[in-house]
């Protein structure tokens, strides 16, 4: 069974440093475009970015350009998005998703249950 | 990259069909046939209902059809029932290699 769990809930403050985790399995991780994509009330679902674990290939959607890091370890099936300094406006719901194979681009299969990132002082 | 346009509700009455529609340009919805759309839950995990303009994943409904024509992509939902109630939200690939999404749509079922 294919599954990508995320880590837990994260509360930072503005300035802080943040490295969230989504764990593939039941698939070959290395072979699959992991996606990230944020979620808040006011703008819904955003394409973040995406990563090839099997070479580290990443895009950006232009708005997270430089502002996040993408990267896998294909040793523990594990994607990651990481943050140098959060800003209030990055409190939001992140979802990792798989890209399918079976689209020819752009469909993601199966998600990750979301992490919740809150960035207050 | 700008988000797709879709409307911000729409309604129905059981039975009957509802379509969603999803606006784009050229970069992305006009230029590509690969349109992909999502069902969520609130509190939930988005869901593929639809790849590549029109086609179904294994397990979903056949009442969810889609198209596309121009620049804008449509969601239509046949015989709505009380659990299509949710938000849908489309996305597109683009131009730049990357992939944008809709503003969402959340289907009332009355």
């Known amino acids: 069974e294919v599954q990508l769990v995320q880590s837990g809930a994260e509360v930072r403050k503005p300035g802080e440093s943040l490295k969230i985790s989504c764990q593939g399995s039941?698939?070959?991780?290395?072979?699959?475009?992991i996606a990230w994509v944020r979620q808040t009330p006011g703008r819904g679902l955003e394409w973040m970015g995406t990563i090839y674990p099997g070479d580290s290939d990443a895009r950006f959607s232009t708005p997270f350009q430089g502002q996040v890091i993408m990267s896998a370890d294909m040793s523990i099936t594990t994607a990651f998005l990481q943050w140098s300094s959060l800003k209030a406006s990055d409190s939001a719901m992140y979802f990792c998703a798989r890209r399918s194979k079976v689209a020819v681009a752009g469909a993601y299969d199966f998600w990750g249950q979301g992490t919740l990132v809150t960035v207050s002082s | 990259q700008s988000a797709l346009t879709q409307p911000a509700s729409v309604s129905g009455s059981p039975g009957q069909s509802i379509t969603i529609s999803c606006t784009g340009t050229t970069s992305d919805v006009g230029g590509y046939d690969y349109v992909s759309w999502y069902q969520q839950y609130p509190g939930s995990v988005p869901k593929l209902m639809i790849y590549?303009?029109?086609n179904r994943p294994s397990g979903v409904s056949h009442r969810f059809s889609a198209s596309k024509s121009g620049n804008t992509a449509s969601l239509t939902i046949s015989g709505l029932q009380a659990d299509d109630e949710a938000d849908y939200f489309c996305c597109s690939y683009t131009s730049s290699g990357t992939c944008v999404f809709g503003t969402g749509t959340k289907v009332t079922v009355l």
């Open positions: 590549d303009v029109d």
């Open positions: 039941g698939y070959t991780f290395d072979n699959y475009w």
